[in-house]
Every structure is written in structure tokens, then in C-alpha cells.
């Protein structure tokens, strides 16, 4: 059962930044996907960016594009969000997510979302003006 675990939230001002951290363990697929998403309420869960393993090759919504960078540090099976120039509608929670597979998190299409069958339990964001 994989398990993944979110950190690194806060509250921060409008221009400020973060360095998200998801934690992933107990899977041993060599191929698959680590996605950032995030939900504000009222509104859809969004795939912001992510991850494909192994090479480390990435993708970016056009929303976070040039603000957001995704990484790892393979080592530890870590992948990190680091999130710049935020805005208030940066606003929500954050969630990173396992696909098995290559699956590209940013097309936001349903059947793409539905190959993130592991998730975190989230961190909030929250960025005020």
C-alpha cells in the first residue's frame, strides 16, 4: 500500500514562497508519476504539476508555469513544490498523488486523474493579499 505524506504549508503573503514536500513510500514500481494538485473550495481539484520517474522529466498547468518548479531528490523518494510569486488565488490545499505509469497530471482530463489512485492527506496553502 503506498503511502504518501504532505508537508511544508503555511500562510504567507502575496509574492512569497514555499517548498512543498511529498514523502513517498511502500510501492516498487520502477515507471510511474508524482503529481502536485490542489483544490480550493468550492472548485475542482486542479493538477498543478508533475514528476515521471524514472528520468525526472516534468509538467506544468500554464497556471503555475515560470512560478512552480517541481523536483526529487532520489534518494529518498522525495518530490518537492516549490511555489514562488504566489497570489491569493494560490489559495488552497495541496495534495501529491501516485499514478503507476506515465500520466501528465497538468491536462487536467478525468481519465488522467483517475490513474492517481494513492493520495496525501494534503497541506493548505494560503497566501493573503
Known amino acids: 500500500q503506498a503511502q504518501l505524506v504532505e508537508s511544508g504549508g503555511g500562510l504567507v503573503q502575496t509574492g512569497g514562497s514555499l517548498r512543498l514536500s511529498c514523502a513517498a513510500s511502500?510501492?516498487?514500481?520502477?515507471?510511474?508519476?508524482i503529481g502536485w494538485f490542489r483544490q480550493a473550495p468550492g472548485k475542482e481539484r486542479e493538477g498543478v504539476s508533475c514528476?515521471?520517474?524514472?528520468?525526472?522529466?516534468?509538467r506544468y498547468a500554464d497556471s503555475v508555469e515560470g512560478r512552480f518548479t517541481i523536483s526529487t531528490d532520489n534518494t529518498e523518494n522525495t518530490v518537492y513544490l516549490q511555489i514562488s510569486s504566489l497570489k491569493p488565488e494560490d489559495t488552497a490545499t495541496y495534495y501529491c498523488?501516485?499514478?503507476?505509469?506515465?500520466?501528465?497530471?497538468?491536462?487536467?482530463?478525468?481519465?488522467?486523474?483517475?490513474?492517481?489512485?494513492?493520495w496525501g492527506q494534503g497541506t493548505q496553502v494560503t497566501v493573503s493579499s
Open positions: 511502500g510501492f516498487s514500481s520502477t515507471y510511474y508519476t
Open positions: 498523488a501516485l499514478a503507476i505509469g506515465f500520466v501528465d497530471c497538468s491536462d487536467n482530463r478525468p481519465a488522467s486523474k483517475a490513474r492517481f489512485r494513492s
Open positions: 514528476l515521471f520517474k524514472p528520468g525526472g522529466s516534468t
